[in-house]
């Protein structure tokens, strides 16, 4: 059976000059180091709520939100104000108790086409209407980060002939989307999901591999600038496995100087409407 498509993301890319845009120079300038951290935080909390806008309207809202970013309240309205005095998030919506950030929803672009699925827009308003809960589709329920959804095939097969293991398509899905971010041109064949599922059923099933080492050995080596450009399917990360996950934690702790992803996520680029601007 499908399952539904959610519009949330669990990785976007940050890159190295990020704190050069014009919304990093204001926030750190005013705000020091917290408001750098609370723009990156601000875009974790985007990614993971439906639709990335994040419904703000109450004193409870406000209190997660500070929690998330690590501010007091005060200083959390004091940073989104001046984030939408900068256009970092949008103004209108912010007045109505909503965040939206355009620039950071454009830098999804390749994900939502590869997944076949319109970008989400910015929510529009009916003036004569003063309740927009039920005009816009938010939340501000944070969604678990194994957020990229599919609608997995019916007929796909695990390694024993049984329809793969959510796990195993979920390991595919991430892989494909990585791979292109990386490159929107890579040559993917259209059942690459049903065989890449089935290499990481195996990893799963027969190489008892823990799902969660897998996931960060595939978005590691699609932000490393060398094994991106190597470890471009499901069976070169099973082959490699063992070498991969040690270079990962070799470089992770501090041998190599070249900046690897923390944890789940974390990367947003600057250019195409200044996503950090």
């Known amino acids: 059976m499908g399952r539904s498509i959610k519009h949330t993301v669990e990785y976007f890319s940050h890159d190295a000059n990020a704190s050069q845009g014009k919304t990093l120079t204001i926030l750190e300038n005013n705000y020091g180091i917290v408001g750098y951290a609370a723009w990156f935080k601000l875009l ?3 990614a993971t709520v439906d639709n990335h ?6 004193s409870e809202d406000k209190e997660y939100l500070a929690a998330r970013l690590k501010l007091k309240v005060k200083e959390l309205d004091s940073i989104l104000d001046k984030m939408a005095e900068l256009g970092a998030i949008d103004k209108e919506l912010w007045e109505k108790g909503f965040i939206w950030s355009q620039n950071f929803v ?6 939502y086409d590869n997944r076949r699925q319109p970008l989400p827009t910015r929510p529009s308003f009916n ?3 003063p309740n927009l809960q039920s005009e816009i589709p938010l939340s501000g329920v944070e969604k678990p980060l194994l957020g990229i959804e599919i609608l997995q095939s019916k007929g796909s097969k695990g390694s024993k002939g049984n329809t793969l293991p959510e796990k195993a398509t979920e390991l595919a899905t991430l892989l494909k989307e990585l ?7 890579a040559l993917l064949k259209d059942n690459v999901l049903t065989t890449w599922g089935k290499t990481f059923d195996l990893m799963l099933s027969k190489d008892n591999r823990d799902p969660e080492d897998i996931a960060a050995v595939i ?4 932000a490393d600038d060398f094994e ?3 470890v471009l399917s499901a069976e070169k990360v099973r082959s490699r496995f063992d070498a991969l996950y040690l270079k990962m934690n070799s470089k992770n702790n501090g041998h190599s100087k070249q900046q690897t992803p923390v944890s789940m996520y974390t990367y947003v680029n600057e250019e195409a409407g200044d996503a950090n601007n």
Do not use: G
């Open 179 to 185: 791979i292109l971010i990386n490159n929107p041109r």
């Open 228 to 230: 991106k450009a190597n």
């Open 44 to 46: 974790e909390v985007l």
């Open 219 to 222: 978005r590691w080596s699609q």
């Open 127 to 129: 003036v004569s209407t």
């Open 106 to 111: 454009l830098r999804l672009k390749a994900v």
């Open 53 to 58: 806008v994040f419904t703000c309207r109450n």
